[in-house]
C-alpha cells in the first residue's frame, strides 16, 4: 500500500536524526465507552522535529467528524467513540531533510500496534428458565447461560436472588462460582430452594439469576434457575471431583488462573466442605509460601493464580481434595501458554543503527513461536512505513533468501537516514518491529604530519593530527606510545587542546632524555560511533634507532642480549669438548696399535726382553772407509746417525721401509726371523 504523508518541511541541518517514538513504546488494547470523547497521545523525537499521522488497520487515517489527526503533537482525538472506530492502530512519526540541489529525504518510524474497541457488557439472551432439584447434602450445579457479548478489561460473574441488589452469600465458602460463571454448591441445604408458583412478581423474588458486572458497576442479569431441595440426613459425604478449567489458554507474560472444585459434606469440620491442595508437575506442593510473587492461592484453595506466565510456566499442575472422611486421586489442570511471534534474543528485532557513511548496515527481523507452536511466517518489511515500494533499488536493498535480514550498502547521509519496519505472524497474533538508520560523517584526518621522521639532536618532532567528524558527534583524542596510553600528552610533548597542536623541541632535551623519544607516536581519534589512528615513527639518526618492530611489539633489548650471551656459551662449551678430545687422541701411542693389529705382543716382548742399550761407540773403535763423504765436510764433522746412514745394517735384507706411521718396528720384527741376537750391550755399526 502506497501511502501519502502529510509532513513539514524544513532545511536540511548538519545534524540529523530520524524520529524516535516514546510514546507508547509498547503494544496495547484500550477500551472506549460507546459515545466516550477521548485522547491517545503520540510522542516521538528527532532532527529535523517530527510531525505524526496514525493508520487504522494498516490505512492512513485522515481526519472527519468522528477522529482528528493533529499532526503537530500526535494526538488522535475521538469525538464521540463507537464501535464504528473500533480496529488497530499505529502512530506514525516522520521527519524531512531538504535541500535545494537535492531531494527530499524522509524518515519514518511507527509506534507498535495498539487495539481500540468500545467496552461492552452484553445482554443476556431470552431463555427458558431452568428448574433444578437436589437432595441436602449432596452437589449442585447452575449454568450461567445465554450470556451476551462481554468486551471489557475485567470483569467477574456473581449470582443474585431476585434482583441485584440479593447478592447470594457464599457462607463458608460452601459456594463458588468459576470462572465461566457456573455456580456450583459444595453441598446443598434446604434453605437452597428458590420456587416460584409462576408469577412475574414471585420469579423476581424468588430465581436464581448470573450476574455480570464491570470496573464501572454495570450489572447485567440474566439465566433464571429455580431450585427444589429435598430433606437429607447429614452423615456426611466423602470429597468427589466437580470441575476444573484445565487446558486454559493464557498469553504469555499475563496472569493464569487455574481453579478446582470439589463436593462433599464434612460434620466432623467448622468448615464443613474439603480442603483443596495444589501441586506441580513434579509432585511438589504449593502453598502460600512457595514463591509468593510466582503464586497466590485463595482463601478457599480453590484457585491457583501464577503472575507474569512464562513459557515454562506450560505444563501440568494437579489439584487434590482431602477431609477426614477420605482423599480424592490427584486431578490435572493442564495451563497452555501461548504468544504471537517472538524474537531471538541474537539478531532478533532491528536495532536503530548509527553508521559512519560508506559503510553497510544489516536490519534483522528473526522470530520463533513457543515450543508446541506452528513456526512463524515469512517476515514482511516495511521502508520509513511504507510495504514494499515500487522506488526501492535492488542492488541497494539486499534481502536474504528467507527475508530475516536486511542490509543497506554504502550508506550516505544524504539519501540514507530512514526507518525500517518488520512484521510477522503466526496463529496467535503478530509481531511487529521498528528500528531508524542514522548515517553520519565519518572521521576525516584533516591534518597529519609525516609519519616517518628521521631527527637528530636539535630538530622539531611535528607530531599535530586533526580531523573532522559529523557535527551530531564529539571528537576525542589521546595517545599511545611504546604500549602506554596517555589521555594527555607523552613525555616531552608540547601539547596545546585548543589548536591540537603538538611536537618535540629536541633541543631542550638533555642526551638521555633525547635517547628516550624514539618509536612510534600513536594518535587515536574517535567518537561514539568510529575510531581512527594516526601512527607516527620518530627514528633517531645520531642515537640509539628505536625500530618500528621494537616500538610496535615492545621487544625489550634484554632479550636480544640474552639470546646473544646463550649462543656465545654454547660456542665455547663446543671448542672445549673438541680440544679435550684432540688431546685424548695425541694421548694414544698408535704405535703400539700397529704391533697389536699385526699379531704381535709388544707388552710380552718388553717383559722378556727389555730395551737394548745403546751407547755411542769411541772413536778409535770406529772404522773408517777409505772414501771420503761427498761435500765440503770433513768426515769427522758428519754425526754419527745421519741422514745417510742406511737401516740395513739392522737387518739381513737392504730392503727396509716405514710404517704408514713413520715406524719399522713391526717390519723389522717380522724380517728378523729366528736369528739370534746380539749379546753386547752395545750397538754395531
Not at 64 to 85: D, H, P, Q, Y
Request: contains cysteine; proline residues 6%; charged residues 25%.
Amino acid at each position: 500500500t502506497n501511502h501519502t504523508y502529510i509532513t513539514n518541511v524544513v532545511v536540511l541541518s548538519p545534524v540529523r536524526a530520524p524520529p524516535e517514538i516514546v510514546d507508547p513504546i509498547q503494544k496495547q488494547t484500550l477500551y472506549f465507552n460507546d459515545q466516550e470523547a477521548q485522547r491517545v497521545e503520540c510522542k516521538a523525537t528527532g532532527t529535523p522535529t517530527p510531525t505524526y499521522q496514525w493508520t487504522r488497520n494498516e490505512q492512513i487515517l485522515q481526519s472527519n467528524s468522528f477522529v482528528t489527526v493533529v499532526s503537530k503533537t500526535g494526538e488522535l482525538i475521538f469525538n464521540a467513540f463507537s464501535s464504528r472506530e473500533e480496529g488497530v492502530y499505529m502512530c506514525i512519526a516522520t521527519n524531512v531533510y531538504d535541500e535545494p540541489s537535492t531531494q527530499r529525504q524522509t524518515a519514518t518510524s511507527m509506534s507498535p500496534p495498539i487495539t481500540i474497541l468500545q467496552r461492552v457488557v452484553g445482554k443476556f439472551q431470552d431463555t427458558e428458565p431452568a428448574i433444578k432439584r437436589g437432595n441436602e447434602y449432596e452437589y449442585m450445579k447452575f449454568e450461567c447461560r445465554g450470556k451476551g457479548k462481554i468486551q471489557v478489561p475485567q470483569f467477574i460473574y456473581n449470582w443474585y436472588v431476585g434482583d441485584n441488589s440479593n447478592q447470594i452469600s457464599n457462607e463458608n465458602s460452601r459456594l463458588f462460582v468459576d470462572t465461566t460463571g457456573n455456580l456450583h454448591f459444595s453441598y446443598l441445604l434446604e434453605k437452597d430452594k428458590a420456587m416460584s408458583t409462576g408469577s412475574i412478581t414471585d420469579q423476581k423474588t424468588k430465581g436464581y439469576k448470573c450476574g455480570v458486572s464491570n470496573s464501572v458497576n454495570q450489572i447485567i442479569l440474566g439465566s433464571l434457575t429455580f431450585l427444589e431441595v429435598q430433606k437429607g440426613q447429614g452423615t456426611g459425604v466423602k470429597p468427589v471431583f466437580q470441575h476444573s478449567n484445565s487446558g486454559v489458554n493464557v498469553t504469555l507474560y499475563s496472569q493464569a488462573e487455574l481453579e478446582c472444585f470439589f463436593s462433599g459434606y464434612d460434620p466432623n469440620t467448622a468448615e464443613k466442605i474439603p480442603t483443596v491442595k495444589w501441586y506441580d508437575d513434579a509432585s511438589n506442593e504449593i502453598t502460600l509460601g512457595t514463591n509468593p510473587s510466582k503464586y497466590k492461592i485463595s482463601a478457599d484453595g480453590r484457585r491457583l493464580t501464577i503472575e507474569n506466565v512464562q513459557e515454562t510456566d506450560e505444563k501440568n499442575y494437579y489439584c487434590q481434595g482431602y477431609s477426614t472422611l477420605g482423599l480424592t486421586d490427584k486431578e490435572q489442570v493442564f495451563l497452555d501458554v501461548t504468544s504471537p511471534p517472538i524474537f531471538l534474543e541474537e539478531n532478533g528485532a532491528p536495532k536503530d543503527l548509527t553508521k559512519p557513511e560508506h559503510e553497510n548496515a544489516v536490519f534483522y527481523c528473526s522470530t520463533r513461536s513457543l515450543s508446541d507452536e506452528k513456526p512463524p511466517g515469512t517476515p514482511v518489511w516495511y521502508i520509513n512505513g511504507r510495504q514494499n515500494p515500487p522506488d526501492l533499488d535492488p542492488n541497494k536493498y539486499k534481502f536474504s533468501a528467507d527475508m530475516k535480514s536486511l542490509t543497506i550498502l554504502k550508506l550516505s547521509k544524504r539519501t540514507d537516514v530512514m526507518c525500517v519496519q518488520c512484521k510477522v505472524s503466526n496463529e496467535y497474533g503478530e509481531t511487529w518491529g521498528d528500528a531508524c538508520l542514522n548515517v553520519i560523517l565519518p572521521i576525516t584526518i584533516t591534518n597529519d604530519p609525516l609519519l616517518e621522521q628521521k631527527i637528530k639532536k636539535g630538530d622539531m618532532v611535528n607530531l599535530t593530527v586533526t580531523a573532522s567528524t559529523d557535527p551530531s558527534t564529539t571528537l576525542s583524542y589521546s595517545w599511545m606510545f611504546k604500549n602506554t596510553s596517555y589521555p594527555d600528552k607523552p613525555p616531552f610533548v608540547k601539547y596545546f587542546p585548543d589548536t591540537k597542536i603538538a611536537y618535540i623541541n629536541t633541543s631542550l632535551l638533555t642526551q638521555d632524555e633525547y635517547e628516550t623519544i624514539g618509536g612510534v607516536y600513536t594518535r587515536i581519534l574517535g567518537n561514539s560511533i568510529q575510531n581512527k589512528m594516526v601512527e607516527m615513527e620518530v627514528i633517531l639518526t645520531d642515537g640509539p634507532i628505536v625500530g618500528p618492530v621494537v616500538a610496535k611489539s615492545g621487544f625489550d633489548m634484554w632479550i636480544i642480549g640474552l639470546i646473544l650471551g646463550i649462543l656465545f656459551l654454547i660456542i665455547v662449551i663446543i671448542i672445549i669438548i673438541f680440544v679435550v678430545c684432540r688431546k685424548k687422541q695425541e694421548g694414544d701411542y698408535n704405535v703400539d696399535k700397529k704391533e697389536t693389529g699385526a699379531g704381535l705382543d709388544p707388552e710380552k716382548e718388553l717383559k722378556e726382553k727389555g730395551f737394548d742399550d745403546y751407547s755411542r761407540p769411541t772413536y778409535d773403535d770406529y772404522e773408517y772407509p777409505e772414501k771420503k763423504p761427498r761435500g765440503e765436510l770433513e768426515y769427522d764433522d758428519v754425526p754419527i746417525g745421519g741422514d745417510d746412514e742406511s737401516l740395513a745394517e739392522y737387518g739381513d735384507e737392504a730392503d727396509m721401509h716405514f710404517n704408514e706411521d713413520g715406524s719399522f718396528i713391526g717390519v723389522y720384527q717380522n724380517n728378523r726371523g729366528n736369528k739370534s741376537q746380539p749379546k753386547s750391550t752395545e750397538s754395531t755399526i
